[in-house]
């Protein structure tokens, strides 16, 4: 088993922290391997940014997707520029409000997960609210491992808060159905 994982924005959205911590889940609090790369503009925040990040139950011999499994979208520029190599049987998660061109003629799961986290009270945990939407549609690394994961990453004043984001993200994933 080999999975491609790409999650895309813009600078600031907390992408790269996102493929950091799916890599931590599968290879830290799991048993997989795991490779992430990451890859933003010159201008870091408010450029397209993109994390990759490769999960395997046995080595991974080349870091750099092939095909991308599941694809996760939180800015329209990310969507629109990062979508060349989609499997054709790719997962595809972004969230409508900040992706609202999103036609591609394949179904997509729809979470809102800025609204998520506006509802918390803070949109810095966009990116965590849509981690748990990940684990919630995409069955890979158990919730728990994912869960760890996000607890181990963040920082400890903001613990509670994370959670809160992940499970919300996690339900609302569960709930989501490809359109």
């Given at each position: 088993?080999?999975?491609d994982i790409r999650i895309?924005?813009?600078?600031?959205?907390?992408?790269?922290?996102?493929?950091?911590?799916?890599?931590?889940?599968?290879?830290?609090?799991?048993?997989?391997?795991?490779?992430?790369?990451?890859?933003?503009?010159?201008?870091?925040?408010?450029?397209?940014?993109?994390?990759?990040?490769?999960?395997?139950?046995?080595?991974?011999?080349?870091?750099?997707?092939?095909?991308?499994?599941?694809?996760?979208?939180?800015?329209?520029?990310?969507?629109?520029?990062?979508?060349?190599?989609?499997?054709?049987?790719?997962?595809?998660?972004?969230?409508?409000?900040?992706?609202?061109?999103?036609?591609?003629?394949?179904?997509?799961?729809?979470?809102?997960v800025q609204k998520i986290?506006?509802?918390?009270?803070?949109?810095?945990?966009?990116?965590?609210?849509?981690?748990?939407?990940?684990?919630?549609?995409?069955?890979?690394?158990?919730?728990?491992?994912?869960?760890?994961?996000?607890?181990?990453?963040?920082?400890?004043?903001?613990?509670?808060?994370?959670?809160?984001?992940?499970?919300?993200?996690?339900?609302?994933?569960?709930?989501?159905k490809p359109e």
């Amino acid at each position: 088993m080999k999975k491609d994982i790409r999650i895309c924005g813009f600078g600031g959205q907390g992408v790269i922290l996102s493929g950091f911590i799916i890599g931590k889940a599968a290879c830290v609090f799991h048993t997989f391997n795991a490779v992430q790369s990451q890859s933003y503009g010159p201008e870091a925040r408010g450029g397209a940014a993109r994390s990759e990040v490769i999960v395997s139950d046995e080595k991974i011999g080349y870091p750099r997707p092939t095909g991308v499994d599941v694809y996760v979208a939180i800015a329209q520029e990310a969507f629109n520029t990062y979508q060349d190599d989609l499997r054709e049987d790719a997962i595809i998660i972004i969230d409508p409000d900040l992706v609202p061109n999103h036609d591609i003629g394949r179904p997509i799961y729809k979470v809102q997960v800025q609204k998520i986290a506006e509802d918390l009270g803070n949109k810095i945990v966009t990116n965590i609210a849509m981690i748990g939407a990940i684990s919630g549609i995409y069955d890979l690394i158990p919730k728990e491992a994912m869960l760890n994961a996000v607890v181990d990453s963040v920082p400890k004043r903001f613990t509670d808060l994370n959670i809160k984001a992940f499970e919300r993200g996690y339900e609302a994933g569960k709930n989501a159905k490809p359109e």
